[in-house]
């Protein structure tokens, strides 16, 4: 209990002192919301996520870049060509959501494609944003951590599914096992090198029937390497589809509506096109750019928000992040 007390004090000192009154008023209605779950919110989101890349250089197995094709094209149309996010635009988003404190820089393709990446890193540095994104670490060499590390990025997420070089690539297909393992290696020595403590480094896993027998010596072989956290998730697919034999969870454990996505963070892809989260981009809310700041209490997102809470969100219900997650 004193922990938690302590937490939540830190927290508010770190937000004050980042975002002043405002953005801490922001945060106190944004964890108020989170448990009273309100159709129509007040304040503003305080996490979003930005598309920077729909570009990729590997083929994963449960991403929507490599969905049969008439799948993509209903569900993903913006996914028709490579496409990088521009720093101009990236500044637009930011100004929409001015009390936001953590800003995630990924989407469904590589973030490290996009050469304003590291640009946009900086830029929230200076506006003192926790800031983050996911890679799959085939581009992270010893240069280009360095430039990660410079750039203020508070966490670095890298993507890695397999602990035998056999699952690994027939997941992550295109990559090579001891080229991406040697990456994440020789990062942890250049931070060290540098004297960092930051970025804090990620691995994060899905889990899929596939996979799920290496998932204990995954966590083991990164914890002991020297990352600072592993965290496994269960695999997310569409209602129907190859990908749902994948599933390692079961429909009796969604029962609950445990997320809390539409109360607290916004997934925007690099059209600006808003969803829900970043577990549903085909599900569209509005478009920052035309609607601005009304767009977090738009009509469909308040609809959207009341079937999350009645259960009757069919896209929600089949998402082990509705019922499993604990945010």
């Known amino acids: 209990m004193l922990i938690k007390l302590r937490e939540n004090f830190d927290r508010a000192l770190d937000i004050t002192s980042k975002k002043g009154l405002p953005g801490l008023t922001n945060a106190v209605l944004v964890k108020t919301q989170k448990h009273s779950l309100p159709e129509k919110v007040y304040g503003n989101p305080d996490f979003i996520q930005i598309e920077t890349s729909t570009a990729c250089n590997l083929k994963c197995v449960m991403c929507p870049l490599n969905f049969p094709k008439e799948s993509k094209e209903e569900l993903f149309p913006h996914l028709s060509k490579p ?40 830029y ?36 890695f599914d397999g602990y035998s070089k056999e699952t690994f690539e027939n997941i992550r297909i295109g990559a090579n096992y001891e080229k991406v393992l040697n990456n994440i290696s020789n990062f942890i020595k250049t931070r060290k090198k540098l004297n960092s403590n930051s970025p804090g480094l990620v691995v994060t896993a899905v889990r899929m029937k596939r996979n799920q027998h290496e998932m204990d010596k995954l966590e083991k072989k990164f914890l002991d390497l020297g990352v600072d956290n592993v965290i496994i998730k269960d695999v997310v697919s569409p209602s129907t589809g190859e990908l749902t034999k994948e599933r390692t969870y079961t429909k009796e454990q969604l029962t609950e509506c445990k997320c809390r996505w539409p109360w607290s963070a916004v997934y925007i892809n690099l059209e600006g096109n808003v969803s829900p989260c970043c577990y549903a981009p085909h599900v569209l809310l509005g478009n920052v750019f035309e609607e601005g700041k009304e767009i977090w209490n738009n009509k469909k997102y308040t609809e959207f928000r009341k079937k999350m809470v009645n259960g009757t969100s069919s896209i929600c219900n089949n998402c082990p992040e509705y019922g499993v997650a604990n945010f």
């Open 83 to 122: 496409s990088f996010l521009s720093f101009e635009k990236f500044k637009k988003i930011l100004e929409v959501f001015p009390t936001i404190t953590d800003v995630r820089l990924s989407g469904i393709g590589e973030p490290l494609m996009n050469p304003d990446l590291l640009k946009m890193v900086s």
């Open 124 to 159: 929230c540095t200076e506006k003192k944003l926790n800031t983050q994104f996911n890679t799959n670490a085939t581009f992270l060499t010893e240069q280009k951590s360095v430039e990660v590390i410079e750039s203020g990025l508070s966490q670095l997420i890298i993507s």
